[in-house]
């Protein structure tokens, strides 16, 4: 069975902290593929990363990076000196070769000024 | 007008009532996508549409009711509602089935 996990319901920074938001997943496959989502508070998922299985390398953009480790099954996202503009709701998300994204609970990130 | 088309923003509805929810992509996607986001659940799959077939039908109750007209386009009809389908329902659209999803603003969704 796939699975994934967000055990961070909610997070609170203060603007220019780094925050590292975690995920966990679980899965039999060898392929797959892991994504990061972004849920501002107008409601919409906005893609942020796709990952695949097979990459492990870790990314950075802006100031926005993902660490992939296939030993621990995690696809934890970093965010490097906060913003206001980056409280939403963040998913992780896993699919296989198919149509189905499993998509954990989210983390809810509040950056205060 | 790009992306990922949502209307309506807000239903409020009786239990007894009739309506659709409308998903419009303009970004010549081939797959489309219809979730329900409920509080402090996870994003739940209901349907996947591809080149107008649909390919997964998630355990959904028969009072709503997909419809894939053409590849841009993606209705849900909604039928004797429940309190509990209460929700956020999101669309999306992806290139094919393991692109990335571009998703919509959603529909806020009130059973009265």
């Known amino acids: 069975a796939q699975k994934v996990t967000q055990a961070q319901t909610e997070i609170s920074v203060v603007e220019k902290e780094d925050v590292t938001l975690d995920c966990v997943y679980e899965?039999?496959?060898?392929?797959?593929?892991l994504f990061w989502y972004k849920q501002p508070p107008s409601g919409e998922l906005v893609f942020l990363i796709r990952?695949?299985?097979?990459?492990?390398q870790n990314e950075i953009s802006g100031r926005y990076s993902w660490n992939f480790q296939k030993s621990t099954s995690s696809f934890n996202f970093t965010i490097t000196a906060s913003q206001v503009v980056d409280s939403a709701v963040y998913f992780c998300?896993?699919?296989?070769?198919?149509?189905?994204?499993?998509f954990g609970t989210g983390t809810r990130l509040q950056v205060f000024p | 007008e790009t992306g990922v088309t949502q209307t309506p923003r807000h239903l409020v509805m009786g239990m007894t009532n009739k309506k659709s929810l409308k998903c419009e992509q303009h970004?010549?996607?081939?797959?489309m996508y219809w979730y329900k986001q409920s509080a402090k659940k996870p994003l739940e799959l209901m349907f996947v549409?591809?080149?107008?077939?649909?390919?997964e039908n998630n355990s959904v109750p028969s009072r709503f009711s997909p419809e894939c007209p053409n590849s841009s386009h993606l209705f849900l009809h909604l039928h004797t509602l429940q309190p509990e389908d209460s929700a956020l329902y999101l669309c999306?659209?992806?290139?094919?089935?393991?692109?990335?999803?571009?998703f919509g603003d959603g529909t806020r969704l009130s059973i009265l």
């Open positions: 990952r695949n299985s097979f990459d492990e």
């Open positions: 998300a896993l699919t296989r070769n198919t149509d189905k994204l499993i």
């Open positions: 549409y591809n080149f107008k077939e649909q390919t």
């Open positions: 999306a659209s992806s290139q094919d089935l393991i692109q990335p999803q571009h």
């Open positions: 899965t039999r496959d060898t392929t797959y593929y």
């Open positions: 970004l010549g996607h081939n797959a």
